[in-house]
């Protein structure tokens, strides 16, 4: 995550949490008028759209106080899917031997991207086994992550 997206993450935690939900992580992505927040919302009983209407009328109020993107975006409330986005170690230690995509912000051997299973996370490390080949990447290098949906 960002700074940006760390700043909001806190702001909003406790607005989603009293809304009876969780908030696994933001993301902005910025693209002039046309930016996007987009929140990653979870429930023990599942996801609703009207959950995420609940959620977005809650914290849209906030984000009109506080006011912490200075720019025009859409706000957009989400369940996790089936291709589970992960922002924190806490994330990661859940799918351990599951399939996960990872992509980094700074190259690592010669590469971005990574798909594989999740072997172990040691320390600040995740260990992703990638066509047979175990991979040590730095938690902190992770710019987005998510779990693979198996069919």
Do not use: W
Request: negative net charge.
């Amino acid at each position: 995550m960002t700074k940006q997206e760390q700043r909001l993450t806190e702001l909003l935690t406790p607005t989603v949490e009293a809304a009876g939900f969780e908030l696994l992580g933001c993301e902005f992505v910025p693209a002039g008028r046309h930016s996007t927040l987009r929140l990653f919302i979870d429930h023990p009983d599942g996801v609703t759209v009207d959950h995420c209407a609940v959620v977005s009328r809650e914290v849209g109020a906030i984000l009109d106080v506080e006011d912490p993107i200075p720019n025009e975006y859409n706000l957009e409330v989400s369940s996790p899917g089936l291709d589970r986005p992960l922002f924190t170690a806490e994330h990661f230690a859940k799918v351990v031997g599951q399939k996960v995509e990872v992509k980094l912000a700074i190259p690592q051997d010669g590469r971005r991207r990574f798909k594989g299973q999740l072997l172990e996370i040691v320390d600040d490390m995740l260990v992703i086994e990638v066509d047979g080949k175990p991979y040590r990447l730095l938690m902190d290098n992770v710019d987005k992550a998510n779990v693979v949906p198996v069919f």
